[in-house]
T-cell receptor
Framework: QKEVEQNSGPLSVPEGAIASLNCTYSDRVSQSFFWYRQYSGKSPELIMSIYSNGDKEDGRFTAQLNKASQYVSLLIRDSQPSDSATYLCAVDSGGSNYKLTFGKGTLLTVNP | SQTIHQWPATLVQPVGSPLSLECTVEGTSNPNLYWYRQAAGRGLQLLFYSVGIGQISSEVPQNLSASRPQDRQFILSSKKLLLSDSGFYLC?????????????FGPGTRLLVL
Protein backbone atom coordinates (compact mmCIF):
# COMPACT_ATOMS: atom_id res chain seq x y z
CA GLN A 1 0.00 0.00 0.00
CA LYS A 2 1.35 3.40 -0.99
CA GLU A 3 2.25 5.55 2.01
CA VAL A 4 3.12 9.17 2.56
CA GLU A 5 4.62 9.97 5.94
CA GLN A 6 4.87 13.35 7.64
CA ASN A 7 5.79 14.39 11.16
CA SER A 8 2.51 15.29 12.79
CA GLY A 9 4.08 18.07 14.80
CA PRO A 10 3.16 20.49 16.05
CA LEU A 11 6.15 22.38 14.69
CA SER A 12 6.59 25.71 16.39
CA VAL A 13 8.88 28.44 15.02
CA PRO A 14 9.32 32.12 15.86
CA GLU A 15 8.23 34.77 13.43
CA GLY A 16 10.91 35.44 10.82
CA ALA A 17 12.51 31.99 11.14
CA ILE A 18 12.71 29.24 8.54
CA ALA A 19 10.14 26.46 8.90
CA SER A 20 11.14 23.08 7.49
CA LEU A 21 8.48 20.49 6.72
CA ASN A 22 9.39 16.98 5.65
CA CYS A 23 7.68 14.13 3.82
CA THR A 24 8.71 10.64 2.74
CA TYR A 25 6.87 8.39 0.33
CA SER A 26 6.94 4.68 -0.42
CA ASP A 27 6.10 4.41 -4.15
CA ARG A 28 9.29 4.64 -6.21
CA VAL A 29 7.38 5.26 -9.45
CA SER A 30 5.78 8.48 -8.17
CA GLN A 31 6.55 11.45 -10.39
CA SER A 32 4.46 14.34 -9.05
CA PHE A 33 4.63 15.90 -5.60
CA PHE A 34 2.48 18.57 -4.04
CA TRP A 35 2.29 20.69 -0.93
CA TYR A 36 -1.07 21.95 0.30
CA ARG A 37 -1.84 24.32 3.15
CA GLN A 38 -4.98 23.82 5.23
CA TYR A 39 -6.15 26.42 7.70
CA SER A 40 -8.28 25.18 10.57
CA GLY A 41 -11.83 24.51 9.38
CA LYS A 42 -10.99 25.21 5.75
CA SER A 43 -10.23 23.13 2.69
CA PRO A 44 -6.68 22.46 1.44
CA GLU A 45 -5.17 24.96 -0.98
CA LEU A 46 -2.28 24.22 -3.29
CA ILE A 47 1.02 25.90 -2.45
CA MET A 48 3.47 24.22 -4.79
CA SER A 49 4.05 21.29 -7.08
CA ILE A 50 7.42 19.76 -7.93
CA TYR A 51 8.29 17.13 -10.49
CA SER A 52 12.11 17.12 -10.84
CA ASN A 53 14.90 16.51 -8.39
CA GLY A 54 16.28 19.65 -6.79
CA ASP A 55 14.78 22.87 -5.54
CA LYS A 56 11.83 24.90 -6.75
CA GLU A 57 11.27 28.36 -5.33
CA ASP A 58 8.11 30.43 -5.25
CA GLY A 59 8.32 33.55 -3.13
CA ARG A 60 9.01 32.55 0.47
CA PHE A 61 8.39 28.87 -0.30
CA THR A 62 10.96 26.37 -1.55
CA ALA A 63 10.13 22.76 -2.35
CA GLN A 64 12.95 20.24 -2.42
CA LEU A 65 12.73 16.81 -4.04
CA ASN A 66 15.10 13.85 -3.80
CA LYS A 67 13.65 10.87 -5.65
CA ALA A 68 16.56 8.59 -4.78
CA SER A 69 15.82 9.09 -1.08
CA GLN A 70 12.04 9.28 -1.69
CA TYR A 71 11.96 12.53 0.21
CA VAL A 72 10.29 15.87 -0.41
CA SER A 73 10.40 18.93 1.81
CA LEU A 74 8.97 22.42 2.04
CA LEU A 75 10.90 25.37 3.43
CA ILE A 76 9.12 28.53 4.45
CA ARG A 77 11.44 31.51 4.82
CA ASP A 78 10.63 34.55 6.96
CA SER A 79 7.74 32.67 8.56
CA GLN A 80 4.71 34.76 9.41
CA PRO A 81 1.89 34.10 11.91
CA SER A 82 -0.39 33.79 8.86
CA ASP A 83 1.61 30.70 7.84
CA SER A 84 0.22 28.88 10.88
CA ALA A 85 -1.71 25.96 9.39
CA THR A 86 -1.51 22.25 8.66
CA TYR A 87 0.67 21.42 5.67
CA LEU A 88 -0.23 18.35 3.62
CA CYS A 89 2.18 16.48 1.39
CA ALA A 90 0.63 14.66 -1.58
CA VAL A 91 2.21 12.22 -4.01
CA ASP A 92 0.82 10.75 -7.21
CA SER A 93 0.16 7.03 -7.25
CA GLY A 94 2.07 6.40 -10.46
CA GLY A 95 0.58 5.05 -13.65
CA SER A 96 -2.47 6.65 -15.18
CA ASN A 97 -5.12 6.51 -12.49
CA TYR A 98 -5.02 10.20 -11.57
CA LYS A 99 -4.91 9.63 -7.83
CA LEU A 100 -2.96 11.36 -5.10
CA THR A 101 -2.00 9.91 -1.75
CA PHE A 102 -1.94 12.46 1.07
CA GLY A 103 0.06 12.47 4.26
CA LYS A 104 -1.73 13.23 7.50
CA GLY A 105 -0.18 16.68 7.64
CA THR A 106 2.15 18.67 9.86
CA LEU A 107 0.70 21.40 12.07
CA LEU A 108 2.87 24.52 11.94
CA THR A 109 2.58 27.32 14.48
CA VAL A 110 4.46 30.57 13.91
CA ASN A 111 4.77 32.56 17.11
CA PRO A 112 4.83 36.39 16.93
CA SER B 1 -10.88 30.62 -14.36
CA GLN B 2 -12.13 27.47 -12.74
CA THR B 3 -14.38 27.45 -9.70
CA ILE B 4 -15.62 24.55 -7.60
CA HIS B 5 -18.74 24.73 -5.47
CA GLN B 6 -20.02 22.46 -2.73
CA TRP B 7 -23.21 22.54 -0.77
CA PRO B 8 -24.40 22.54 1.84
CA ALA B 9 -21.54 24.00 3.87
CA THR B 10 -22.72 22.38 7.09
CA LEU B 11 -25.14 19.56 7.76
CA VAL B 12 -26.43 17.88 10.91
CA GLN B 13 -28.25 14.62 10.28
CA PRO B 14 -29.66 11.85 12.48
CA VAL B 15 -28.34 8.31 12.24
CA GLY B 16 -30.21 6.35 9.60
CA SER B 17 -31.20 9.37 7.53
CA PRO B 18 -30.27 9.74 3.84
CA LEU B 19 -27.54 12.03 2.53
CA SER B 20 -26.93 13.96 -0.65
CA LEU B 21 -23.95 16.26 -1.12
CA GLU B 22 -23.39 18.10 -4.36
CA CYS B 23 -20.31 19.40 -6.09
CA THR B 24 -20.13 21.40 -9.31
CA VAL B 25 -17.19 22.74 -11.25
CA GLU B 26 -17.20 25.75 -13.56
CA GLY B 27 -14.74 26.85 -16.20
CA THR B 28 -13.44 23.48 -17.37
CA SER B 29 -14.65 20.51 -19.39
CA ASN B 30 -14.39 16.81 -18.64
CA PRO B 31 -12.58 17.27 -15.32
CA ASN B 32 -11.53 14.39 -13.12
CA LEU B 33 -13.62 14.63 -9.96
CA TYR B 34 -12.94 13.30 -6.48
CA TRP B 35 -14.70 12.89 -3.14
CA TYR B 36 -12.58 12.82 0.02
CA ARG B 37 -13.45 12.54 3.69
CA GLN B 38 -11.35 14.04 6.44
CA ALA B 39 -12.27 12.79 9.90
CA ALA B 40 -11.21 14.75 12.97
CA GLY B 41 -7.46 14.42 13.48
CA ARG B 42 -7.05 12.15 10.49
CA GLY B 43 -5.78 12.47 6.95
CA LEU B 44 -7.64 12.82 3.69
CA GLN B 45 -9.31 9.58 2.66
CA LEU B 46 -10.20 9.20 -1.02
CA LEU B 47 -13.73 7.84 -1.30
CA PHE B 48 -14.56 8.02 -5.02
CA TYR B 49 -13.15 9.41 -8.21
CA SER B 50 -14.56 9.87 -11.70
CA VAL B 51 -12.89 10.46 -15.06
CA GLY B 52 -16.14 10.99 -16.96
CA ILE B 53 -19.94 10.97 -16.90
CA GLY B 54 -21.22 7.77 -15.34
CA GLN B 55 -17.70 6.51 -14.60
CA ILE B 56 -17.21 6.06 -10.85
CA SER B 57 -14.39 4.27 -9.07
CA SER B 58 -14.79 3.41 -5.40
CA GLU B 59 -11.76 3.36 -3.15
CA VAL B 60 -13.23 2.25 0.15
CA PRO B 61 -16.16 -0.12 0.70
CA GLN B 62 -18.77 1.69 2.76
CA ASN B 63 -22.38 2.76 2.84
CA LEU B 64 -21.71 5.74 0.58
CA SER B 65 -22.17 5.98 -3.18
CA ALA B 66 -21.32 8.54 -5.82
CA SER B 67 -22.81 9.57 -9.13
CA ARG B 68 -21.84 11.87 -11.97
CA PRO B 69 -25.00 12.72 -13.87
CA GLN B 70 -23.42 15.62 -15.77
CA ASP B 71 -19.90 16.46 -16.90
CA ARG B 72 -19.24 18.95 -14.10
CA GLN B 73 -21.51 17.60 -11.38
CA PHE B 74 -20.53 15.05 -8.74
CA ILE B 75 -22.90 13.80 -6.06
CA LEU B 76 -22.17 11.85 -2.88
CA SER B 77 -25.07 9.91 -1.38
CA SER B 78 -26.04 7.55 1.36
CA LYS B 79 -29.30 5.74 2.05
CA LYS B 80 -28.67 5.44 5.79
CA LEU B 81 -26.06 7.46 7.64
CA LEU B 82 -23.87 5.97 10.38
CA LEU B 83 -22.23 7.83 13.24
CA SER B 84 -18.87 7.05 11.62
CA ASP B 85 -19.90 9.03 8.53
CA SER B 86 -19.30 12.29 10.41
CA GLY B 87 -16.47 14.32 8.95
CA PHE B 88 -15.39 17.01 6.53
CA TYR B 89 -16.30 16.05 2.95
CA LEU B 90 -14.21 17.57 0.24
CA CYS B 91 -14.76 17.57 -3.49
CA UNK B 92 -11.79 18.15 -5.77
CA UNK B 93 -11.14 18.42 -9.49
CA UNK B 94 -8.16 17.99 -11.76
CA UNK B 95 -7.69 18.62 -15.45
CA UNK B 96 -8.17 15.62 -17.76
CA UNK B 97 -5.07 13.82 -18.94
CA UNK B 98 -2.46 11.69 -17.20
CA UNK B 99 0.01 14.53 -16.66
CA UNK B 100 -2.36 16.83 -14.84
CA UNK B 101 -2.66 15.36 -11.37
CA UNK B 102 -2.88 18.70 -9.57
CA UNK B 103 -6.09 18.66 -7.57
CA UNK B 104 -8.03 21.71 -6.49
CA PHE B 105 -10.44 21.49 -3.60
CA GLY B 106 -13.87 22.92 -3.02
CA PRO B 107 -14.82 24.62 0.27
CA GLY B 108 -16.09 21.37 1.79
CA THR B 109 -19.18 20.18 3.66
CA ARG B 110 -18.97 19.56 7.37
CA LEU B 111 -21.28 16.66 8.28
CA LEU B 112 -22.24 15.75 11.82
CA VAL B 113 -24.25 12.58 12.30
CA LEU B 114 -26.02 12.36 15.68
Amino acid sequence: QKEVEQNSGPLSVPEGAIASLNCTYSDRVSQSFFWYRQYSGKSPELIMSIYSNGDKEDGRFTAQLNKASQYVSLLIRDSQPSDSATYLCAVDSGGSNYKLTFGKGTLLTVNP
Amino acid sequence: SQTIHQWPATLVQPVGSPLSLECTVEGTSNPNLYWYRQAAGRGLQLLFYSVGIGQISSEVPQNLSASRPQDRQFILSSKKLLLSDSGFYLCAWSAPGTSQETQYFGPGTRLLVL
